[in-house]
C-alpha cells in the first residue's frame, strides 16, 4: 500500500484530473522522462506543464498560451477554459467523487490511467485514481476498506479516497514588487 500511495503522489493531481479536460496527458510530452510535472493556477485558469525540453510538446494545440524555454527545463502554459469552473472548485476542494459523468469520462479515457483494463492476469484494472471519482464503481468500497486497514482507522463511507491537492499542486506566480 505504502508503494501504491506513493506512486499516486509521483506527480500533482492536476496531471490526471485537469489537464486530460484539455485533451493531453504525460503521453502528450513525449516520454515519461520528459515530463516533469503539472500545475494549475488558484483560479483554475491556466495549467502549466513542467517538461524538460519542449522538442516533444504538442506545439500546435488551440489552448497553448505560452512556452518558455528556461535552463534546466521548459515549460508550457494552457488556457484551462472556464466551462470547467466547477469542476476545478471541485477538483481544489478533493471533491473527486463529484465530478460530472461528463469529466469523468473524458478523464478515463484520457488521463492514460488503467481504465478497465485486462491483466495478463485475467482480472481487470482500474487506476485508484480513476476509481477515486466514481462511489458506484466496485473497486471504492475495496479500497476505502484497504486504506482503513493499511491506516488502522475507519474511514467513513462518505469520505473521498485521496486527499485534497496539496499547495505544491498550484502554480504561484512571483510577484513583480
Given amino acids: 500500500m505504502k508503494h501504491a500511495l506513493a506512486l499516486i503522489n509521483r506527480y500533482n493531481m492536476a496531471t490526471y484530473y485537469l489537464l486530460p479536460l484539455i485533451g493531453l496527458n504525460k503521453s502528450s510530452f513525449g516520454c515519461d522522462t520528459n515530463f516533469i510535472n503539472c500545475f494549475v493556477d488558484n483560479e483554475g485558469t491556466k495549467l502549466y506543464v513542467s517538461v524538460q525540453t519542449s522538442r516533444f510538446g504538442p506545439l500546435n494545440h488551440p489552448g497553448i498560451l505560452e512556452i518558455k524555454d528556461e535552463h534546466p ?105
Fill in 73 to 177: 527545463n521548459a515549460l508550457f502554459v494552457f488556457y484551462f477554459p472556464a466551462k470547467w469552473k466547477a469542476h476545478f472548485e471541485l477538483f481544489k476542494s478533493g471533491q473527486y467523487s463529484k465530478f460530472c459523468m461528463n469529466a469523468r469520462r473524458i478523464i478515463n479515457l484520457g488521463s492514460d490511467l488503467a481504465y478497465n483494463q485486462s491483466s495478463k492476469y485475467g482480472s481487470v484494472n482500474t487506476d485508484l485514481r480513476l476509481i477515486a471519482m466514481d462511489r458506484d464503481c466496485a473497486g471504492w468500497e475495496i479500497m476505502r476498506k484497504r486504506f482503513s486497514d493499511y491506516l488502522d482507522v475507519e474511514i467513513a463511507a462518505s469520505a473521498e479516497l485521496l486527499s485534497a491537492p496539496d499547495p505544491s499542486s498550484f502554480w504561484c506566480v512571483p510577484s513583480a514588487n
